[in-house]
């Protein structure tokens, strides 16, 4: 006699891991679909272009008053009291930050279908998490790297003399890559991305993106109008990345008047 075969078994773990990465990539590439989407386009536009202004007027004005004199307020490039900046440089590296999101969303795609079902549930809102903040870090960045190109402004010291107006357009090379500061970019937008999935943590992470940025100043890698530039371009990105994420309904929920909040 043949015993019934169950109707209920549980997926193989490919079958799932399949599922789950279908469930959690098809909504990013798919049409916004969320009610209150325009509500938060318009919101989000206000807010560009307040910081937009305000960020380009802080620029020019850096560059002109404030660019060439704070050099001569640093310690010496390559100093050896500076080793403890040199390490907390390190945080606001685009590359490490990237990799460590990278590493900790495959991790939880890749552990989630050996959990229960319950605990997948779980665990599926921390990867719509992870998915937010390396994306949130990830289009800044990129959009840096055009600008870098773009712009072709030289660090501090290159060519010579400081000279805030040092431009070589299109140069590609790391000496003409000053303006926007990646770190800058990373460090704002990775604590935006932060403070809006976790907003009680919102002074720790304000606390490490200045961390960051004053030590692109203190090593004498970026001018100050680099390192705002790059704050402005990492939390523009991180803006249009959460607007992007709320208008599909992954990760926030978009209020009555339009202010994206963390999902509960």
Known sequence: MIAPTSGSARPGYFATLGGLLNSNVAPLVQPASHSRRSLASRRLARDVLVLAGIGTLAIILLMVGLDAREIAWMPARGAPELWSVRIITEFGKAGYVLWILAGLLLACVLTTPLLPATARLYMNGWIVRLQFVLCA????????????????????????????????????????????????????????????????????????????MISRLVLLAHHPSDVVAGALVGLIGALVVRYWFASRKLGFVIRPGGEIAPRG
Do not use: C
């Not at 290159?158 to 431009?167: E, H, L, Q, R, S």
């Not at 140069?171 to 604590?191: K, V």
């Open 137 to 212: 870090v990830l289009v800044p960045v990129m959009v840096g790297e055009v600008l870098k190109w773009l712009i072709g402004r030289g660090r501090p010291f290159v060519g010579g003399p400081a000279d805030p107006f040092n431009f070589h357009p299109f140069d590609g090379t790391q000496a003409y890559a000053s303006l926007p500061s990646s770190h800058s970019i990373t460090a704002a937008a990775l604590a935006l991305a932060i403070a809006a999935i976790w907003p009680r943590l919102s002074l720790v992470a304000a606390a490490y993106g200045v961390l960051i």
